[in-house]
């Protein structure tokens, strides 16, 4: 069975442009959460799409944002770059229950110039 | 609020016992994981404590005590390969989200 799997691995990118990420949940799972992992900083959550909606969201600007799709698969969108979006970008899947455990994706490096 | 630490770094020789300790501060959590992540690699998951005490795992043991807003993780029979971070995180009262610490660097040498 397949885990959950990330594109691009790596993604360069410069000042004020914009970045989509992707994301595939373990197959039967309905959340996906986002996180960034900056150099030095532990997991950050960003975003929980659970049945196509948007559930919480973490301490991050508006330009931080993204969607589900009817196939659990789901998009992270970051406008505007900044130089301190430069982080890895992890993606988690679960069974959409407060009992069950997230498994995380290897993740997308993003590098903003 | 949530606030999670974890030592930064810790060093251990391979077939010894490692314990990494991990202390918070929170209004109120379902449970209390440790994921371990190699670098580069993606985290993956070692344990759930709900209720205090201890959880075993085969060479890796979890202890929780909601008292003392204290846990730790046991690492037993040290190999090379446990070379890794090892993240400890919470999942606060109501949300699905996880609320991690900075993670412990563990080196393992021969």
């Known amino acids: 069975e397949a885990g959950v799997t990330q594109s691009p691995t790596h993604l360069i990118k410069t000042r004020g442009q914009q970045a989509t990420l992707r994301c595939s949940p373990i197959?039967?799972?309905?959340?996906v959460y986002w996180y960034q992992q900056a150099l030095g900083l532990g997991l950050q959550f960003l975003l929980w799409?659970?049945?196509?909606?948007?559930?919480n969201r973490g301490n991050f600007p508006p330009r931080f944002s993204g969607r589900q799709f009817p196939n659990y698969s789901s998009e992270l969108n970051v406008n505007a770059l900044e130089l301190e979006d430069s982080a890895l970008y992890l993606c988690?899947?679960?069974?959409?229950?407060?009992?069950?455990?997230?498994?995380f994706g290897a993740g997308t490096r993003l590098s903003v110039l | 609020g949530q606030n999670i630490d974890q030592p930064t770094e810790m060093t251990a020789t391979e077939g010894a016992i490692v314990q990494i300790n991990c202390t918070y501060q929170t209004s109120g959590f379902n449970g209390l994981f440790w994921y371990q992540q190699h670098a580069g690699e993606a985290p993956t998951f070692l344990s759930y404590n709900v209720l205090d005490g201890l959880e075993e795992k085969g060479r890796f043991s979890s202890f929780l005590s909601r008292s003392k807003g204290y846990s730790y993780l046991l690492l037993k029979e040290l190999q090379m390969k446990d070379s890794a971070s090892y993240l400890c995180?919470?999942?606060?009262?109501?949300?699905?989200?996880?609320?991690f610490g900075t993670g412990t660097r563990l080196q393992v040498f021969p």
């Open positions: 197959s039967g799972h309905t959340s």
């Open positions: 988690a899947s679960s069974l959409a229950s407060l009992e069950d455990i997230q498994y």
């Open positions: 995180a919470v999942r606060p009262f109501g949300t699905d989200k996880l609320i």
């Open positions: 799409y659970d049945e196509g909606e948007e559930r």
